[in-house]
Every structure is written in structure tokens, then in C-alpha cells.
């Protein structure tokens, strides 16, 4: 008589590799045979396939899969939903973050949804909510969170044997990582804002953008910019085709990039992208990717390739500063490009910064960010590596910091600029390094009193005659209507997917010229 057999207590992982092997055409019996288990324990699992694939995608990729056995979750999944977003949200701007703060924090948000129950944040709900989301330490009160430089050693040197196994060139091996960027933001000792404030309100950016940067380790293949914003379709969007923007863009309501959004970046635009340049380089369609993500992201078994040769590799928890090739400076210089691109179009548009603001779209900030990531040298993102890849470095003894240099010409031209003599290397180094949309990063709101309304309502509009007489090339044409026509044929670009990007670019910097000329004119009138 044989034994009773022993109770086996598989890992979501482990139902993840079942599902996977049922699909590719192993019997019941064979698996229960391999995993220590009935058969109707793999029928269980192949009935709740989707369940446990959905789990599989809200849960931390480093840990939550591969060590959690059993798929409960939090009582108040709202509320647990919101804290991870606020962690991590603190988590990246290296806020510190203790037991207390957390508890102190979940207590308010449990009051702020109107939630009912009782609800008690204790240890135990602590211990809980980190061990779902692979939490490996709250940082104690008063202290930063640090890098674990343990946990950043053992992954670089596992990382390289990986390499090395698996016969992988730099050309092969990707890195991405995400960043907020607050599109609308001037330096507070800069420009207009000398000006007489008393006349002119002012508020806190907090029109907000994610973008994230992706390039393999040599620099010479930089995927496009792809842009997560809240609307679906903004307005500064109408008549334009999102397949014609220079950059790959999503919708969403969260702070950070959700499953579903890098999934279906990762499927549709990363693994094409990344096939067709190693083709052209004549080089075997295999590569990783590098990923550092907040937590509810899915799991690397769920992201690769149809033929499972283009794969994804998640950093450790807490590791990003140390060894994360974006955030070591490529994020920090694309940001730099972006503001000092900004504040070149301001200065080229005239000076008042109001209308500049009010003309300002998140299109027009699409494309700036799509320009300054261009921008960035090969040498640049090869140097992020070095930590990954001590000996990938081209030239190690030359460093050249590419923001540093571009704060010290953009400090000079502020300097030969009217108002803004007393602009210094200082003031722009600390708008550039400004993480959110504090002191550092103020903007003109977008509010005009009263009495500019009632005198825009008091101007008589133009006639559809006088219109059409601006509008006849062979009379003399107004900055007004050449404005018109040429955001017209801007829109008209937008629309054709045939058009290429420096088509568009050479019309939104006539657009510009012309919006300088009303402005010079506008002023010699009053």
C-alpha cells in the first residue's frame, strides 16, 4: 500500500509555470507527476488561469510571485491600493518613511475615502501591507532611504554571469526607467519674474507628465520617449494623430505607470523597436531589458517575447539609486534639456510670460521632451552602465557633464538678456536639479483679471469680409492670419502619417517667429 503522499503548497510562480506548460501541451497527469501533486489540483489551477494571472500582474515583481503561496488580499484593497501609491510616491522623491508615518498616513486615507469598518493600523497591518508589496524596510524616522549597496553588489554580479551565460553584446541589453516631469515650470529668479507681481498671479505647477527614457547600453539605439499623461485625448490633442507624435504616448489616472500601460508598451512597442535595430546590426533577435518599477507591476514570466528570446530582469528593491543606469544622470540631463528648451522658446516667443503660458500645451511640451531626449549623447548613457559594466566605458577618464555645461551656456545667454543680468549658474543649477513643483519651479497662472476680459470683450472682432482681405495673399497679410494659417496647416500635419518630424518642428518654430513679431508689434502700438 503506498504512502500518503505529501502535501505540496505550491507558489503563484509555480502556478504561473503550470499554466504555461498546459498551454504549451502537457497532460494533467505529467504535471501532477513533476510538481508533487493531484491532478485535480492542476484542473484547480487551469480553471482559475485568469485569476491567477491577474494576481500575478498586481503583485511586486520581485518578491510578490515568486514567495507569495496564496492569493489573499488586503480587507480595504482601495485603501491599500492608495498607501502603495503614496509610498512609493515618497519612496522617490527620498522622503523619509517610518512605521509610524505609515500607519499615521493609512488612518487618514481610511478617513479621507469614507471608508467603513474597523479599521486599526497596528504592526501587524504594517508587517502585512509590506510583506504584499515586498517592502524590504520603512526607513526610521528623520532618515533618508538609502541604497542597498549589499543587494546592489550581489545583483551586478549575478547580472554579468547572466550576461556572460547567455553570450549577450551591450547592444542586447536595455535599460528604461520612468520620471515625472512638471511641463510647466520656470526658474522663480529668471525672467519675468522680476516683474510686478502685485499684477500678475502666480501659482504652483501642477500640470504633470510621465515620461520614460529607454536605450540599450551602448546609446546608439534609444527607443522613442514614451509619455503616460491623465486624459485620454487632451484638448491641445484635436486633429492630431497620436501615431504621428515623435513620441509613444498612453493615458492613465495613477502617479506611475500601471500594468496593463507597460505591458502593452512593452509588447507593442519595445519588443518591435528592439527586433528591427538588432536585425539591422545583424545581430540575433535576443535581448533584456532592465526594469526598476514600483510595486503592482507584472511579473518577468508574464513579460516577454512571443519566442521568449527578448526578456525583462527587475532590479532588487531600493537598489535604483546605485545601479540603475537612468537615474544615474540620463533622467536628470533629459530634464535638464527640457527646461533650457523652455526657456530658448520663451525667449524666442518675446517676453510676457503670461501669453507664453496661456499659449503653452502639453503637445508643445511632448515635443520639447521628445527634442531633449534626442539630445542625449551616446557617451551619456554608455557612462550610466559603467556600474553594470566597469570596462563598457569608451573613454573612462573623460567625463563630461553634459547639464553642468548646458546651466553654464544657458546662465551666459541669460546674462546678455534684458532683465535677466542677474540670473546666475547657481540660480539655474537649482531649477534644473527642482524634483516637483516647490519654490524652485514657479509659474505665471494662467488667469487673466477682470478688466483684461472686459477690455478682450470690448475689442471688435474682425469681420468674415475683413477676414478674407487678411486672408488674400496679395494683399498685405497680418501676423494674426499668418498665425492662423500656420497653426492650421500644424494641425493639417498632425493628421497625415506620412509627415516627418523635422516637417513639423521647421512650422512650430515659424509659429514661434511669427508669435515673437505679433508681440514686437503688439508693444510698438501701446
Avoid at 140 to 151: C, R, S, W
Wanted: charged letters at 25%; hydrophobic letters at 35%; glycine letters at 6%.
Amino acid at each position: 500500500m503506498l504512502g500518503k503522499r505529501k502535501r505540496v503548497v505550491l507558489t503563484i510562480k509555480d502556478k504561473l509555470d503550470i499554466i504555461k506548460k498546459l498551454e504549451e501541451g502537457n497532460s494533467f497527469k505529467k504535471l501532477s507527476v513533476l510538481y508533487g501533486i493531484g491532478e485535480s489540483t492542476v484542473r484547480d489551477i487551469k480553471k482559475n488561469k485568469e485569476r491567477i494571472i491577474n494576481y500575478a500582474n498586481n503583485s511586486d515583481p520581485t518578491s510578490g510571485v515568486s514567495k507569495r503561496k496564496s492569493m489573499k488580499s488586503s480587507t480595504y484593497e482601495e485603501l491599500d491600493r492608495v498607501m502603495i501609491e503614496w509610498f512609493n510616491q515618497q519612496k522617490t522623491n527620498g522622503i523619509p518613511v517610518s512605521g509610524t508615518i505609515c500607519a499615521k498616513q493609512a488612518r487618514f486615507f481610511f478617513d479621507a475615502l469614507g471608508m467603513e469598518g474597523d479599521f486599526n493600523a497596528s504592526s501587524g497591518w504594517l508587517t502585512r501591507f509590506k510583506q504584499r508589496h515586498g517592502i524590504p524596510k520603512a526607513a526610521g524616522k528623520g532618515t533618508k532611504l538609502k541604497g542597498d549597496e549589499t543587494a546592489a553588489s550581489e545583483f551586478c554580479g549575478n547580472f554579468q554571469e547572466f550576461v556572460k551565460r547567455e553570450n549577450l553584446l551591450p547592444e542586447q541589453i536595455y535599460g528604461a526607467d520612468q520620471t515625472g516631469l512638471f511641463w510647466k515650470c520656470l526658474p522663480t529668479r529668471t525672467l519675468a519674474f522680476d516683474t510686478d507681481q502685485s499684477t500678475c498671479e502666480y501659482r504652483t505647477s501642477r500640470e504633470r507628465i510621465i515620461i520614460m527614457c529607454c536605450a540599450n547600453a551602448t546609446g546608439l539605439h534609444k527607443l522613442n520617449l514614451c509619455v503616460v499623461g491623465k486624459a485620454k485625448r487632451p484638448r491641445a490633442f484635436k486633429g492630431t494623430d497620436l501615431s504621428n507624435l515623435p513620441v509613444t504616448y498612453f493615458s492613465q489616472k495613477s502617479a506611475w505607470i500601471e500594468p496593463s500601460v507597460l505591458k502593452q508598451w512593452f509588447e507593442k512597442c519595445f519588443v518591435p523597436q528592439v527586433q528591427k535595430h538588432l536585425k539591422s546590426k545583424g545581430l540575433r533577435e535576443k535581448a533584456v531589458l532592465l526594469l526598476d518599477f514600483p510595486a503592482a507591476h507584472p511579473a518577468e514570466e508574464l513579460l516577454n517575447s512571443d519566442d521568449g528570446r527578448i526578456i525583462v530582469k527587475y532590479l532588487p528593491p531600493n537598489v535604483t539609486s546605485l545601479i540603475q543606469p537612468m537615474s544615474q544622470g540620463v533622467l536628470t540631463t533629459v530634464k535638464r534639456y527640457y527646461r533650457a528648451g523652455l526657456i530658448q522658446k520663451y525667449m524666442d516667443e518675446g517676453n510676457d510670460p503670461k501669453l507664453f503660458w496661456k499659449n503653452l500645451t502639453v503637445l508643445d511640451a511632448i515635443y520639447e521632451a521628445s527634442r531633449a531626449w534626442n539630445q542625449i549623447r551616446s557617451s551619456t548613457i554608455t557612462r550610466a552602465w559603467r556600474k553594470l559594466f566597469p570596462g563598457n566605458e569608451e573613454n573612462p577618464s573623460v567625463s563630461i557633464d553634459e547639464g553642468a555645461i548646458l546651466a553654464a551656456n544657458l546662465a551666459t545667454v541669460l546674462q546678455n538678456t534684458e532683465d535677466c543680468e542677474h540670473v546666475n549658474i547657481e540660480n539655474i543649477g537649482q531649477w534644473f536639479d527642482s524634483r516637483s513643483s516647490g519654490s524652485n519651479c514657479q509659474v505665471l497662472a494662467d488667469l487673466v483679471g477682470a478688466a483684461d476680459r472686459a477690455k478682450a470683450g470690448e475689442q471688435k472682432q474682425p469681420s468674415r469680409k475683413t477676414r478674407k482681405a487678411e486672408l488674400n495673399p496679395e494683399k498685405h497679410i497680418s501676423h494674426r492670419a499668418a498665425l492662423e494659417w500656420t497653426e492650421n496647416l500644424l494641425d493639417y500635419l498632425e493628421q497625415q502619417d506620412d509627415m516627418l518630424l523635422s516637417d513639423k518642428l521647421v512650422l512650430r518654430r515659424l509659429r514661434t517667429i511669427i508669435r515673437r513679431k505679433q508681440r514686437i508689434q503688439t508693444k510698438s502700438h501701446l
